[in-house]
């Protein structure tokens, strides 16, 4: 009897030593992976605002077509620096500068985070959208010129569907939106959202706030209509008085 329990508390003793020395090593490594971890969130995110204003590495230039290729994590700074010329957090109408790679906002700050960037003469105004998708959560950025014309956007999700709600990270999906009209024809916010009924396959009517949605991806399709509905609407008014 004595020897099977001191062969169980043997056995209780090495399972709790072996958990806290293996529980330490994991608590190292992640020390030691955070500040690279926390540097590559940043070079990802530097990457989607230019992506989204056209700075990127896509081989094919025919608008739909060919893979979605990023500027390097080891140019990715540098091009940041180069075209993105400011970074603000508007509130009450008034913007206020801040570094937002460096310094994001927190959950509890109530301010909007704009990028201002400048390309080939132009200005962008690169608004981060997020919201709620299928199965978790979706998010991106939308990039638009003085006059609200969507001039580039990217996307990325959590966790739909492959081959269905993830395609709204394709380009096929993202470069649709690229010349479409935030504005309607009296100069109020229409959007630009996914529809089945959008009966122009070809994409021709930049006017109309409509681009096809993804086949069998409704409420993925969906979640991306509200936060563009939502995320770009609440900066309308402040970039329509920047431009008056």
Not at 112 to 122: D, I, M, T
Not at 130 to 142: E, P, T
Not at 174 to 190: K, N, V, W, Y
Not at 209 to 214: R, Y
């Amino acid at each position: 009897m004595s020897n099977r329990t001191e062969s169980n508390s043997y056995t209780v003793i090495f399972t709790i030593v072996m958990v806290v020395i293996v529980g330490a090593l994991l608590a190292g490594i992640a020390t030691a992976l955070s500040d690279r971890i926390s540097e590559n969130r940043k070079f990802e995110k530097q990457q989607n605002v230019l992506y989204a204003m056209g700075v990127n590495r896509n081989k094919n230039t025919n608008l739909g077509e060919g893979d979605v290729t990023f500027v390097p994590t080891t140019e990715v700074k540098a091009e940041f620096n180069k075209y993105i010329k400011k970074q603000v957090v508007i509130e009450n109408g008034q913007a206020t500068e801040r570094n937002l790679i460096e310094n994001p906002l927190s959950k509890d700050e109530t301010g909007l985070p704009l990028f201002v960037g400048e390309r080939n003469g132009k200005t962008f105004y690169i608004i981060p959208v997020s919201g709620k998708g299928l199965w978790d959560a979706i998010w991106g950025y939308v990039a638009v010129d003085k006059n609200l014309i969507v001039q580039g956007v990217f996307f990325d999700h959590k966790g739909e569907t492959a081959g269905l709600g993830s395609n709204i990270k394709e380009r096929f999906y993202m470069d649709d939106f690229i010349g479409e009209h935030l504005l309607d024809a009296s100069g109020h916010f229409q959007s630009v959202e996914g529809s089945k009924s959008n009966a122009d396959p070809e994409n021709k009517r930049k006017e109309d706030g409509k681009i096809d949605a993804i086949a069998g991806a409704t409420l993925t399709v969906n979640g991306v209509n509200e936060m563009i509905q939502r995320g770009v609407g609440a900066y309308v008014n402040y970039i329509k008085n920047l431009n008056e």
